[in-house]
């Protein structure tokens, strides 16, 4: 009987030094996007993917992350009594009924490996999803996840979304070497951390979306600490593409690093654009930026 991916990994626990002071008191995650959290965007994709079990692997520093996706029960009653139907209906379906939200704090930030290893007492014997919200992926469509779930319904591996980066890029991802066995899918044949332009395998870099079979729990259990004295979760791929097979899937949509400044300016600008209340109106003012700039 064929598996199928039901719940998602969300390492939330980082401590976002490269928006500080934004991030001092508040989490990383919760920097807005127009009008919803980075977080956010993160677990729709993953709804939309069929997953109903979001693990958060966070820490005693976000709170607001849980508090987010909590019910609210002040906040909804003000809404009721003031007539607000359009903006309480928002509030109450930031996640669906249906969807679990499982907290688990990690005691130490010792890499993303070692945040994905918290997780498994809750993920079991099962395939999952691992999501970095900072990296915030829109294809106008299913969204990426989909994508990689049914590439992972139908070759039951794990599977790593990769997209092509510039070579001197390399010391920013995880880079794949991979043989070609369909329409953007590739076998991986090897996989490594960082590494710098002239020795990268390709130009194909990880970006944070994996399916993840659970035998890599076990791999995570043996791996040494690599690069920043971290469990890197990539030395884990590497141990475990020796004893099954792994994919690498160039997924539909852009990609926003959201981890770096200039990402996350320019995803506001461009899901302002799209916004429907604010497309036509931010526009124009943009127009009118530029023009005064000229």
Known sequence: MKKIVRKAVFPVAGLGTRFLPATKASPKEMLPIVDKPLIQYAVEEAVMAGIDVMVFITSRTK???????????ELETELTARGKSEILRIVQNIVPPHVSCVYIRQAEALGLGHAVSCARAVIGDEPFAVVLADDMIDDNHSGCLAQMTKVFEEWQCSVLG???????????????????????????????????????????GVVGRYILTPAI???????????????????????????????????????????????YLVATVEQGLKHPE????FSRYLKELQLKAD
């Open 63 to 73: 709170r607001a992350i849980s508090d987010h996706f909590d019910k609210a029960y």
């Open 162 to 204: 990769v997209e092509r980066i510039a070579p001197s890029e390399t010391q920013s991802y995880g880079v794949v070497k991979a043989n070609p066995i369909g329409d953007k899918l590739g076998k991986l044949e090897a996989i490594v951390e960082k590494p710098k332009p002239d020795v990268a395998p390709s130009n194909l």
């Open 217 to 263: 729990f076990t791999k995570l259990e043996n791996v040494s600490r690599g690069a920043g004295g971290e469990i890197q979760l990539t030395d884990a791929i590497a141990m475990l593409l020796h004893e099954e097979p792994v994919l690498a899937y160039e997924f539909f949509g852009k990609r926003y690093d959201c981890g770096s400044k200039l990402g």
């Open 278 to 281: 604010l497309a036509a109106e």
